[in-house]
């Protein structure tokens, strides 16, 4: 039997602009394309989880604006809950500006708008959400106090955290730490959060074991194409993915965790869950976009059955 999942997080109208390289400060390139896209870590994630068939509700704010409208239409046609989503007229919908090379490769720019209301008062309004589900998922793209206050809440509850940590702060509350249970970086927020100086495993090994020391349950590194590695105070392991031609690797990231908690909330154990998880992504990064990228349920178990 399924558990519900609350996301609460951002939801941000992407411009993703293809382009052969990246520029260089200062320097000026042509782009070969401009695509309007449905994103934000938190729109993203939810909507993975529930294309995936996880029972997911979110929690996050949209402006008085045709993209809010745009946003709210993909999420309801992925499977999600959207009737407790806040629209606001003090700021327009979050945005995104996603530039992508010819190898798939993409760096972003984020303006939060209207992802920025999403306070801890709005989540109080919707405090029996958080009585109702079994696992609350969340990232770092609204206010840091309501992720803050939202963790603190599910604790209380006694609920199951998911925190994906990015874009990564440079730390977090000292008493947050011990109320995740599951936190979620890739190798550079994992650096961040932990202080490491160099990208290699040797520091993603430290790192994950300073993340276990200050209180968090579980640690998944994700790695790109090579792959997931887990860390807790027992064991540890490496999932590889498998090998895949990346087209856009946008929503690799979000499609992971979407799928990680689905599976999760199904009541599958932390490796299966995470190799499900792999390789929802890796169908992910071989399509353009980010929530048109994810898969459906029946892609995924086409080459993993759960």
């Known amino acids: 039997m399924k558990r519900r999942v609350l996301n609460i997080g951002s939801l941000n109208m992407d411009m993703v602009i293809g382009m052969q390289y990246m520029p260089l400060e200062g320097e000026t390139v042509l782009g070969d394309s401009l695509t309007y896209i449905p994103g934000g870590k938190g729109a993203n994630q939810a909507c993975a989880a529930a294309k995936l068939g996880g029972d997911v509700v979110m929690l996050g704010c949209v402006g008085e604006d045709s993209m809010g409208e745009a946003l709210l239409g993909s999420l309801q046609e992925c499977g999600a809950d959207i009737s407790h989503i806040r629209t606001v007229q003090e700021a327009p919908t979050g945005t995104a500006v996603i530039y992508v090379n010819a190898r798939g490769d993409n760096s972003i720019v984020v303006v939060g708008g209207a992802n920025n209301f999403c306070s801890v008062a709005y989540l109080q309004e919707h405090d029996l959400l958080f009585q109702q589900a079994e696992y609350i998922m969340l990232q770092m793209e609204i206010p840091y106090d309501a992720v803050f206050y939202a963790i603190r809440r599910a604790s209380e509850l006694k609920k199951t955290v998911i925190l994906n940590p990015a874009p990564a702060p440079d730390t977090l509350p000292e008493e947050i730490w011990e109320k ?127």
């Open 180 to 306: 995740v249970d599951y936190i979620t970086p890739n190798e550079t927020e994992l650096l961040r959060l932990s202080g490491q100086k160099e990208m290699s495993m040797e520091a993603i090994h430290a790192g994950a074991d300073r993340l276990l020391a200050r209180g968090v349950g579980h640690v998944l590194v994700t790695l790109g194409d090579k792959g997931v590695f887990y860390k807790d105070r027992r064991e540890e392991w490496f999932c590889p993915t498998r090998t895949v031609t990346a087209v856009d690797t946008t929503a690799a990231g979000d499609c992971f965790n979407g799928a990680f908690v689905t599976a999760l909330a199904e009541g599958h154990p932390i490796r299966q869950a995470a190799e499900f998880a792999n390789i929802a992504a890796s169908i992910a990064v071989t399509r353009k976009g980010a929530q048109k990228s994810i898969p459906l349920r029946s892609e995924v178990d086409a080459l993993i059955s759960l």
